[in-house]
């Protein structure tokens, strides 16, 4: 990932607010586990990457078996993804490359009795995003995690 540095050309606050609120949304719905609708978030060709994936994944019924694949390693566990330091940069009308950290945390399902939280890892995010109808949608994305617990 790429650093903004002082001379990085910002956005409009109401730009960086729209970014923000689409942020705000797409992870609760992730946290929720609901991948037909996080999937939406992207364009129907949408590439997600980690680099510690040996591939990229392509598409929104790729990424739809990837939240399902997700979610069941995580049963009886809560996942809540923080987004932090998001600077936007404006490539076009319709389309900006977005960056931040994103922690994760996670703490056993409220019905049991140890609501221990523990910091899972922190990510760097690399999206490109472009509007479409309205919305923002995730072209691409590039996460890079700096460590994880264990």
């Not at 689409?22 to 364009?43: C, N, P, S, V």
């Not at 949408?46 to 939240?67: C, H, N, S, T, Y």
């Amino acid at each position: 990932m790429n650093s903004h540095d002082l001379s990085t050309k910002l956005v409009p606050s109401d730009l960086y607010l729209e970014i923000q609120q689409f942020y705000a949304l797409q992870l609760k719905i992730l946290d929720r586990g609901d991948g037909e609708q996080w999937a939406r978030t992207f364009t129907p060709d949408g590439v997600f990457q980690a680099a510690d994936m040996p591939a990229p994944l392509v598409g929104r019924e790729i990424l739809v078996k990837a939240i399902e694949l997700q979610t069941g390693k995580h049963e009886g566990l809560v996942l809540r993804h923080w987004v932090g330091q998001l600077t936007v940069e404006q490539i076009d009308d319709d389309t900006v490359r977005a960056q931040s950290y994103v922690m994760v945390y996670v703490t056993p399902n409220r019905t049991l009795l140890s609501g221990e939280v523990h910091f899972r890892h922190h990510t760097l995010c690399d999206d490109e995003l472009v509007r479409s109808n309205g919305s923002w949608l995730v072209r691409n994305r590039f996460v890079e995690t700096d460590g994880e617990y264990k």
